[in-house]
Protein backbone atom coordinates (compact mmCIF):
# COMPACT_ATOMS: atom_id res chain seq x y z
CA UNK A 1 0.00 0.00 0.00
CA UNK A 2 1.44 3.90 -0.74
CA UNK A 3 2.61 5.59 1.52
CA UNK A 4 -0.13 8.18 -0.32
CA UNK A 5 -3.01 5.82 0.87
CA UNK A 6 -2.01 5.04 4.19
CA UNK A 7 -1.58 9.37 4.86
CA UNK A 8 -5.40 9.21 3.20
CA UNK A 9 -6.71 6.41 4.97
CA UNK A 10 -4.95 8.41 8.88
CA UNK A 11 -6.87 11.37 7.98
CA UNK A 12 -10.24 9.91 6.70
CA UNK A 13 -10.04 8.12 10.19
CA UNK A 14 -9.10 11.03 11.65
CA UNK A 15 -12.22 13.05 10.99
CA UNK A 16 -14.33 9.22 11.28
CA UNK A 17 -13.09 9.27 14.95
CA UNK A 18 -13.40 13.17 15.76
CA UNK A 19 -16.69 13.53 14.40
CA UNK A 20 -18.95 11.68 16.79
CA UNK A 21 -16.52 12.91 19.21
CA UNK A 22 -17.36 16.56 18.76
CA UNK A 23 -21.05 15.42 18.45
CA UNK A 24 -21.10 13.92 21.93
CA UNK A 25 -19.86 16.54 22.99
CA UNK A 26 -22.26 19.18 21.68
CA UNK A 27 -25.13 16.33 23.28
CA UNK A 28 -23.28 16.41 26.67
CA UNK A 29 -22.48 12.80 26.65
CA UNK A 30 -18.83 13.41 26.51
CA UNK A 31 -17.36 16.21 28.67
CA UNK A 32 -13.97 16.76 27.38
CA UNK A 33 -11.30 18.21 30.13
CA UNK A 34 -10.44 21.65 28.71
CA UNK A 35 -6.36 21.25 29.92
CA UNK A 36 -5.63 18.13 28.06
CA UNK A 37 -6.87 19.15 24.89
CA UNK A 38 -5.59 22.45 25.36
CA UNK A 39 -2.28 20.73 25.44
CA UNK A 40 -2.93 18.32 22.88
CA UNK A 41 -3.88 21.00 20.37
CA UNK A 42 -0.21 22.90 20.60
CA UNK A 43 1.41 19.98 20.95
CA UNK A 44 0.45 18.33 18.39
CA UNK A 45 0.28 21.27 15.68
CA UNK A 46 3.90 21.97 16.47
CA UNK A 47 4.93 18.18 16.16
CA UNK A 48 3.38 18.53 12.80
CA UNK A 49 5.74 20.97 11.64
CA UNK A 50 8.46 19.07 13.68
CA UNK A 51 7.74 15.91 11.77
CA UNK A 52 8.07 18.29 8.25
CA UNK A 53 11.48 19.42 9.11
CA UNK A 54 12.62 15.64 10.16
CA UNK A 55 11.33 14.29 6.54
CA UNK A 56 7.98 12.95 7.64
CA UNK A 57 6.43 13.80 3.89
CA UNK A 58 2.72 13.27 3.63
CA UNK A 59 2.84 10.53 6.37
CA UNK A 60 2.75 14.00 9.24
CA UNK A 61 -0.31 15.46 7.45
CA UNK A 62 -3.00 13.55 9.62
CA UNK A 63 -1.10 14.54 12.57
CA UNK A 64 -1.34 18.05 11.15
CA UNK A 65 -5.09 18.35 10.81
CA UNK A 66 -5.67 16.14 14.35
CA UNK A 67 -3.46 19.56 15.72
CA UNK A 68 -6.62 21.59 14.19
CA UNK A 69 -9.39 19.49 15.26
CA UNK A 70 -7.47 19.18 18.84
CA UNK A 71 -8.05 22.87 19.22
CA UNK A 72 -11.36 23.26 18.14
CA UNK A 73 -12.36 20.37 20.73
CA UNK A 74 -10.10 22.62 23.55
CA UNK A 75 -12.53 25.80 22.39
CA UNK A 76 -15.42 23.60 23.22
CA UNK A 77 -13.95 21.96 26.27
CA UNK A 78 -12.98 25.82 27.55
CA UNK A 79 -17.04 26.67 26.74
CA UNK A 80 -18.38 24.03 28.40
CA UNK A 81 -15.98 24.05 31.69
CA UNK A 82 -18.09 25.00 34.00
CA UNK A 83 -19.51 21.20 34.20
CA UNK A 84 -16.88 19.66 35.83
CA UNK A 85 -14.39 20.65 38.92
CA UNK A 86 -11.05 21.01 38.06
CA UNK A 87 -8.47 19.84 40.76
CA UNK A 88 -5.40 20.96 42.44
CA UNK A 89 -3.76 17.58 40.51
CA UNK A 90 -5.33 18.97 36.99
CA UNK A 91 -3.46 22.07 37.51
CA UNK A 92 -0.30 20.58 38.14
CA UNK A 93 -0.38 18.58 35.00
CA UNK A 94 -1.30 21.71 32.88
CA UNK A 95 1.16 24.26 34.28
CA UNK A 96 3.99 20.81 33.78
CA UNK A 97 2.93 20.46 30.49
CA UNK A 98 3.12 24.50 29.05
CA UNK A 99 6.12 24.47 30.56
CA UNK A 100 7.58 22.07 28.68
CA UNK A 101 6.43 23.30 25.53
CA UNK A 102 8.48 26.49 24.95
CA UNK A 103 11.88 24.34 25.06
CA UNK A 104 10.93 23.24 21.25
CA UNK A 105 11.58 27.20 20.09
CA UNK A 106 14.88 26.68 21.30
CA UNK A 107 16.60 23.50 20.04
CA UNK A 108 17.61 23.43 16.51
CA UNK A 109 17.52 19.72 16.47
CA UNK A 110 13.81 18.28 15.39
CA UNK A 111 14.46 15.30 17.31
CA UNK A 112 14.61 17.10 20.63
CA UNK A 113 11.45 19.36 19.67
CA UNK A 114 9.79 15.76 19.47
CA UNK A 115 10.96 14.48 22.51
CA UNK A 116 9.72 17.81 24.43
CA UNK A 117 6.68 17.85 22.58
CA UNK A 118 5.81 14.37 23.33
CA UNK A 119 6.88 14.72 26.92
CA UNK A 120 4.45 17.47 26.81
CA UNK A 121 1.37 16.04 25.12
CA UNK A 122 1.77 12.81 27.61
CA UNK A 123 1.29 15.24 30.71
CA UNK A 124 -1.51 16.29 28.88
CA UNK A 125 -3.01 12.49 29.45
CA UNK A 126 -2.90 13.28 33.31
CA UNK A 127 -6.50 15.50 33.86
CA UNK A 128 -8.31 13.36 31.18
CA UNK A 129 -7.15 9.94 33.48
CA UNK A 130 -7.76 11.56 36.48
CA UNK A 131 -10.87 12.92 35.15
CA UNK A 132 -12.14 9.65 33.32
CA UNK A 133 -11.14 7.34 36.55
CA UNK A 134 -14.02 9.27 38.69
CA UNK A 135 -16.42 9.65 35.90
CA UNK A 136 -15.67 6.80 33.24
CA UNK A 137 -18.72 6.86 31.25
CA UNK A 138 -17.85 11.07 30.54
CA UNK A 139 -15.02 9.61 28.00
CA UNK A 140 -15.34 7.51 24.85
CA UNK A 141 -13.45 4.38 24.46
CA UNK A 142 -14.10 4.28 20.94
CA UNK A 143 -13.01 7.44 20.14
CA UNK A 144 -9.22 6.53 21.95
CA UNK A 145 -9.65 3.23 20.22
CA UNK A 146 -9.59 4.70 16.88
CA UNK A 147 -6.97 7.53 17.93
CA UNK A 148 -4.66 4.72 18.35
CA UNK A 149 -5.49 2.80 15.32
CA UNK A 150 -5.26 6.41 13.62
CA UNK A 151 -1.62 7.18 14.52
CA UNK A 152 -0.69 2.84 13.90
CA UNK A 153 -1.42 4.14 10.12
CA UNK A 154 0.55 7.45 10.83
CA UNK A 155 3.60 5.21 11.27
CA UNK A 156 3.21 3.85 8.34
CA UNK A 157 2.33 6.46 6.32
CA UNK A 158 5.59 8.22 6.95
CA UNK A 159 7.84 8.40 4.45
CA UNK A 160 11.16 8.86 6.51
CA UNK A 161 11.43 6.86 9.10
CA UNK A 162 13.21 7.82 12.55
CA UNK A 163 12.66 8.57 16.45
CA UNK A 164 11.76 12.10 15.54
CA UNK A 165 8.72 11.06 13.08
CA UNK A 166 7.82 7.67 15.21
CA UNK A 167 8.29 8.87 18.43
CA UNK A 168 5.19 11.21 18.75
CA UNK A 169 2.42 8.96 17.00
CA UNK A 170 3.70 5.83 19.25
CA UNK A 171 3.54 7.34 22.32
CA UNK A 172 0.24 8.67 21.77
CA UNK A 173 -0.96 5.71 20.59
CA UNK A 174 -0.01 3.93 23.67
CA UNK A 175 -1.45 6.76 25.94
CA UNK A 176 -5.03 6.39 23.63
CA UNK A 177 -4.53 2.20 24.50
CA UNK A 178 -3.72 2.52 28.55
CA UNK A 179 -6.39 5.31 29.12
CA UNK A 180 -8.91 2.76 27.04
CA UNK A 181 -8.08 0.07 29.20
CA UNK A 182 -8.33 2.25 32.23
CA UNK A 183 -11.84 3.30 31.20
CA UNK A 184 -13.14 0.16 30.26
CA UNK A 185 -11.61 -1.18 34.13
CA UNK A 186 -13.53 1.55 35.70
CA UNK A 187 -16.88 0.89 33.59
CA UNK A 188 -16.99 -2.31 35.22
CA UNK A 189 -16.91 -0.86 38.55
CA UNK A 190 -18.82 1.63 38.41
CA UNK A 191 -22.70 1.39 36.67
CA UNK A 192 -24.38 3.16 35.22
CA UNK A 193 -27.94 3.68 34.14
CA UNK A 194 -27.18 5.39 30.67
CA UNK A 195 -23.99 3.19 29.41
CA UNK A 196 -25.60 2.74 26.37
CA UNK A 197 -24.84 5.24 25.00
CA UNK A 198 -21.61 6.21 26.13
CA UNK A 199 -19.19 3.77 24.28
Given at each position: ?????????????????????????????????????????????????????????????PIGVSGI??????????????????????????????????????????????????????????????????????????????????????????????????????VVGIGCL??????AYRRMLV?????????
Open positions: MSKAVLSASAIFLTFAMFAPYIRSIHRGTTKPHVFSWVIWGFGTFIVFFAQLAGRGGIGAWISAYIAIIAFVKRPEFVVTKLDWVFFFVALSALPFWFVTSDPLWAVIILTFADTVGFGPTFRKAYEFPYEESIVFFILSAVRNSLVILALEHHSFTTVLFPALLVCMISDPDRSSKL
